[in-house]
């Protein structure tokens, strides 16, 4: 069973930045597909950016041009880096990982970002 794990989440101002990570444990072949999604209170959990092992990534229009989404392979991580941030980006931001072929995947717990002055 893949696990996933977050880290990286707090306070920040707007303006600042933050950076999280996600590591996925238990698979003995690199994820397919690695990304963020994130769910404010009230809202449904959206796209922020996927990454396909070896290809290109892909964002939500909110988030081009600030965020910027990596990976390292080797171990199975997923990185985000979010600068230029916005009261707008608060929300809890979960990680997702996925084999070719799965729809779903699987789920971080979830990571809190608060963009707040």
């Known amino acids: 069973q893949v696990q996933l794990v977050e880290s990286g989440g707090g306070l920040v101002q707007p303006g600042g930045s933050l950076r999280l990570s996600c590591v996925a444990s238990?698979?003995?072949?690199?994820?397919?597909?690695m990304g963020w999604y994130r769910q404010a209170p009230g809202e449904q959990r959206e796209l922020v950016a996927t990454k396909i092992s070896g290809g290109s990534a892909n964002y939500a229009d909110s988030v081009k041009g600030r965020f910027t989404i990596s990976r390292d392979n080797a171990k199975n991580t997923v990185y985000l880096q979010m600068n230029s941030l916005k009261p707008d980006d608060t929300a809890v931001y979960y990680c997702?990982?996925?084999?070719?072929?799965?729809?779903?995947?699987?789920w971080g717990q979830g990571t809190q970002v608060t963009v707040s002055s």
């Open positions: 238990g698979s003995r072949v690199t994820m397919y597909n």
């Open positions: 997702n990982a996925r084999f070719f072929g799965q729809q779903i995947g699987f």
